[in-house]
């Protein structure tokens, strides 16, 4: 039998793909959840000014930058996770953080599948962009050099992350 599957799948066709294919709802709930975790989400800009401060506004919805040095997250030390400040989806463990020496908080590497990209040319010359996958908030740009190991530097705006502690 051939199907013709899109690529990407809303959390209700995966489902029902799912349960075509004889999967049961106890077998497709991991599934499910992990499709749900990235669905877009699509907020008009009042909700997302009553849902943002100013400042993440600014970075998450028009690509902004933070003033470097500004984040107390440049200091954060703890073992947890760096969340986007828009739709809280984790995007960097705390093992991958770095001091990059920039004055923005820098990781090595984002954990899987939290990150889309996509060149921009506000500094004149190309950049890679990076954005939350779920909801395309603005989070930074990433580099070439940066430690092992990826060798990558994702230079974060500190107002886009919240950080949660390890329990």
Same mark, same amino acid.
């Given at each position: #039998?051939? #199907?013709?599957?899109?690529?990407?799948?809303?959390?209700?066709?995966? #489902?029902?793909?799912?349960?075509?294919?004889?999967?049961?709802?106890?077998?497709?709930?991991?599934?499910?959840?992990?499709?749900?975790?990235?669905?877009?989400?699509?907020?008009?800009?009042?909700?997302?000014?009553?849902?943002?401060?100013?400042?993440?506004?600014?970075?998450?919805?028009?690509?902004?930058?933070?003033?470097?040095?500004?984040?107390?997250?440049?200091?954060?030390?703890?073992?947890?996770?760096?969340?986007?400040?828009?739709?809280?989806?984790?995007?960097?463990?705390?093992?991958?953080?770095?001091?990059?020496?920039?004055?923005?908080?820098?990781?090595?590497?984002?954990?899987?599948?939290?990150?889309?990209?996509?060149?921009?040319?506000?500094?004149?010359?190309?950049?890679?962009?990076?954005?939350?996958?779920?909801?395309?908030?603005?989070?930074?740009?990433?580099?070439?050099?940066?430690?092992?190991?990826?060798?990558?530097?994702?230079?974060?705006?500190?107002?886009?992350?919240?950080?949660?502690?390890?329990?």
């Amino acid at each position: #039998m051939c #199907m013709n599957i899109p690529s990407t799948l809303t959390r209700r066709q995966t #489902m029902k793909l799912l349960s075509l294919l004889g999967l049961g709802s106890q077998a497709a709930a991991p599934v499910a959840q992990a499709v749900a975790a990235t669905d877009p989400w699509k907020l008009s800009e009042a909700e997302w000014k009553k849902r943002l401060t100013p400042a993440q506004f600014d970075v998450l919805r028009e690509e902004g930058t933070e003033r470097p040095g500004s984040s107390p997250l440049n200091a954060e030390k703890r073992k947890g996770t760096y969340h986007c400040a828009g739709c809280d989806l984790p995007l960097f463990s705390s093992d991958t953080k770095y001091e990059s020496g920039t004055g923005w908080p820098s990781f090595h590497t984002p954990l899987a599948g939290a990150l889309g990209t996509k060149t921009d040319y506000k500094a004149i010359f190309p950049r890679t962009e990076y954005h939350c996958v779920r909801c395309d908030g603005h989070q930074g740009h990433v580099f070439n050099d940066g430690p092992k190991p990826s060798g990558k530097r994702y230079c974060n705006n500190g107002v886009a992350l919240t950080f949660k502690a390890a329990a």
